[in-house]
């Protein structure tokens, strides 16, 4: 067996957990790309639960950066939008999960903003072809520290969610506004891949989606879970 490599092996992405002293190796990033009717609405589309599934992309892991970070305005785009969502972290393997028992795989949650090039995004969409110069780049999955499940003392598919843009509200609704929550989400997900323990999960965004520019501030909170900052440069 060889034991060099031609160059140096990348340092896993890990995120910090609050009040341990452990970190959370990422594996896999998924992202529900619908999940708030109002934010599907915005985007030109109508959703009807009977004859719809839940879909995904994914980010790679080294897209993360850690909330507090100066994100950099990214290559390509004219038009750089903010998503903020809730994130699930898995903790146990399991595939075929049933809705019920999807709060055994979930190691804890966090805050955080899917990041996209929406200009992007949107011309791959309405060509039919795959999303990910829109979505997987470079510091496109901003994240809170991970909060513990047993930690949290909230209902976490009834919480409020928000993001300001340098003080000013743009984004402004509740989980409980979830096309699919957060157990429809693992029974779904978890059909099609065997879920593992470091998969995170983007639950989707609310509606308010919009630009950002440097030199903005944003801030960001799921309620009872976590806060998200991060200034872009
Ligand atoms: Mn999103």
Redesign the pocket.
Known sequence: MFTKTVFPVKDATVVPVTNQNESFPVNRIF???RNYMAHAAEMGISIDKSTQKPFYFLKNADTYVQSGSKVKYPLQTQNYHH?I?LILAIGKAGKNIKAEQAFEYIYGYACGL?M?RRDIQLKLRDEGKPWDLGKNFPQSAVMSDLVLKQDIKVDVNQVHIELRVNGKTVQSSNTKNFIWNIGEILEDLSMYYELQPGDLI?T??PEGVGPVVIGDILQGSVEGIAEINLEIV
Do not use: I, L, M
């Open positions: 992202c529900v790309g998503e969502e899917d996209t983007f989707g965004t």
